[in-house]
């Protein structure tokens, strides 16, 4: 469901943006772990910039200082299938919660 809140793609660098705006929610080391060692290794040097550059300052900024703590997590999904995004962004108090869009094609 992360993916649909966020508009991250179901990549290997949508899930690291993932991972990292999850570090930034939680604090959790897992998430640190995962961030770092789960894939970093299977992204171009495009995706590698794209993710340092553009991603992580995304994921502090709306994980860490708009959302208050574990904000992603207590949200009861199943009951807000209907509740449009933006609404339900608003309501979890973050204005950017959608993912910058990236081109496919070097920076």
Not at 27 to 38: C, D, F, R, V, W
Not at 77 to 104: I, K, N, Q
């Amino acid at each position: 469901y992360y993916h649909a809140v966020t508009g991250l793609p179901p990549t290997v660098l949508g899930e690291l943006a993932l991972k990292v705006l999850e570090l930034f929610q939680t604090g959790l080391p897992s998430a640190a772990l995962a961030a770092l060692g789960g894939g970093l290794t299977h992204l171009n040097g495009n995706e590698q910039q794209q993710l340092w550059h553009t991603y992580v300052p995304w994921a502090q900024r709306v994980g860490r200082e708009q959302l208050p703590f574990g904000a992603l997590l207590t949200v009861h999904y199943e009951d807000e299938f209907d509740t449009p995004l933006v609404e339900l962004h608003r309501r979890m108090g973050s204005t950017e919660l959608f993912a910058p869009r990236l081109s496919e094609g070097p920076p």
